[in-house]
């Protein structure tokens, strides 16, 4: 694969991630801003749960960062591992920070969109528990990612963490089907949705805005980390003479 | 095998076998991992411990006792159905037809008396012209 080696050459990437890390931010900004304007004003309540069924217009994007983020970083990680390339390592890292905190961004408009619906804020039911448990992998990966680091260690350590916290992904997605849960079962599906399209319209926006974003501080966090090691090296060698 | 194939092949395996095992781990949970049980379960639940119910509230059966405090229905699951007592403050999206899941203990006799009720939304999402449509019962639309 000629074009992915091209990519993964540093410099490269960060002639890339350059003039794209603003694009994306700007447009993720403005996509979410617009569509979190248009589910406050230009969609319809629901019939049961009234005005606060509009919290799922950053929930549900929230929701989704947060498991595709883990997604992205045990990519990260695996291409890491087998390929060796040290950029791969780089990105498995930048994307924790921003899935940890969408991944607590879900957590908490479900919990602020539980106390009016359900009546309560929190419950330990199976879809509540295994999201939490993802956001504490998230912290845990970041500890770890730390500390690898701070040992001079070669990464291979967080890798494999970023690997086997895949482990939950499925749990999270299939908890409402396998046990009775709180949580209401899937809306959206990749074939069909049982949200109203009057209503749902606006998630595309701040989902595609979100995910924009997401995209943008995971290219800020990866220009800074490349940064650093460039700083780092510079530092030692200047030490050495 | 170049060192590189078979590093690729020891990933792809450690995935299938993580997620294999979560699945294979999380289908053997089955219903110890339930938030509650369901009415059809009933019999196999544990009486004056405290546990859920849960299941839909069944149309009509919502009354009031005398002391204005007390309501009684019934909760179904299609299969079964169990009457359960409870005094108290029902949350907002309780009403008949609708899921709920009672929180309290089963007494001798087949009865659930709850000590609180929590609301159970579905997945269906929709404004209230649409329900209207959908079943001319009561929506916020006034």
């Not at chain 1, 970083?73 to 390339?85: E, G, P, Q, T």
């Not at chain 1, 528990?129 to 912290?139: A, D, E, I």
């Not at chain 2, 019999?43 to 002391?67: E, F, I, N, T, Y």
Request: glycine content about 10%; overall charge positive; hydrophobic content about 50%.
């Amino acid at each position: 694969m000629p074009s992915l080696h091209a990519l993964a050459n540093p410099r490269r990437f960060l002639s890339i991630a350059r003039p794209l890390t603003p694009l994306l931010v700007w447009g993720g900004l403005a996509l979410f801003a617009f569509g979190c304007w248009a589910g406050l004003t230009q969609t319809p309540a629901d019939y049961l749960q009234g005005d606060s069924v509009r919290i799922l217009y950053v929930h549900v994007p929230a929701a989704w960062l947060g498991m595709g983020g883990w997604s992205s970083l045990a990519i990260a990680s695996i291409v890491f591992l087998v390929w060796r390339h040290p950029l791969a390592a780089v990105a498995a890292r930048a994307i924790a920070l921003p899935g940890a905190l969408f991944t607590a961004l879900c957590l908490a408009t479900g919990s602020i969109w539980g106390r009016p619906t359900w009546g309560t804020w929190w419950q330990w039911d199976g879809r509540l528990t295994s999201m939490l448990l993802l956001f504490f992998v998230y912290l845990a990966y970041l500890a770890l990612a730390r500390a690898d680091a701070d040992r001079d260690g070669d990464g291979r350590i967080p890798a494999l963490f970023g690997i086997a916290g895949t482990a939950l992904l499925p749990v999270i997605r299939y908890s409402v089907l396998w046990w009775r849960t709180l949580h209401q079962g899937p809306s959206i599906t990749l074939t069909k949705s049982t949200i109203d399209p009057a209503i749902l319209w606006p998630l595309f926006f701040t989902a595609g805005g979100a995910s924009l974003l997401f995209g943008g501080i995971v290219l800020m966090r990866m220009r800074a980390d490349l940064a650093r090691i460039k700083a780092e090296a510079r530092m030692r060698r200047r030490a050495a003479v | 095998m170049s060192p590189k194939r078979q590093r690729m092949a020891l990933a792809l395996l450690a995935v299938v076998a993580i997620v294999g095992a979560v699945l294979l781990a999380m289908s053997a949970l089955g219903d110890e991992a339930a938030f509650f049980y369901a009415p059809a379960d009933a019999a196999s639940a544990p009486l004056d411990k405290p546990v859920r119910l849960g299941g839909m509230v069944a149309p009509g059966s919502v009354a009031r006792d005398a002391d204005g405090v007390t309501i009684r229905f019934t909760v179904t699951d299609g299969k079964a159905s169990v009457p359960v007592r409870f005094a108290g403050i029902v949350p907002d999206l309780f009403r008949e037809n609708s899921g709920v899941v009672a929180e309290g203990r089963f007494v001798a006799g087949g009865g659930f008396v709850a000590d609180n009720l929590l609301a159970k939304h579905d997945e269906r999402y929709m404004p209230p012209q649409v329900a209207g449509k959908m079943h001319k019962s009561e929506s916020i639309a006034k």
